[in-house]
């Protein structure tokens, strides 16, 4: 399996047809997979450190939300 690569951005034309202002490319499957290895993403620390700062906050806000209706 091919995917297209475009080092623009994708677009609609007038007709409705996709449209890519810059180059397109192909790439394959293993192409695909080593781009995504070359460290995108996150780590799996910085994984668990997002997951606490996001149940920190939802626990503030259920917080706030509950003394507000308290009070």
């Known amino acids: ?3 297209i690569l475009c080092d623009g951005e994708w ?3 007038a007709g409705g047809e996709i449209v890519c202002t ?3 490319s192909a790439l394959t499957v293993e192409e695909f997979r080593a ?3 070359q460290g995108s ?8 450190a997002l997951k606490d700062e996001v149940l920190i906050l939802f626990a503030g806000v259920f917080a706030f939300l509950l003394l507000k209706k308290l009070l």
């Open 1 to 3: 399996m091919n995917f």
């Open 11 to 13: 677009g609609q034309g």
């Open 22 to 24: 810059g180059q397109l």
């Open 35 to 37: 781009s995504l290895d």
């Open 41 to 48: 993403g996150l780590t799996w620390e910085d994984a668990q």
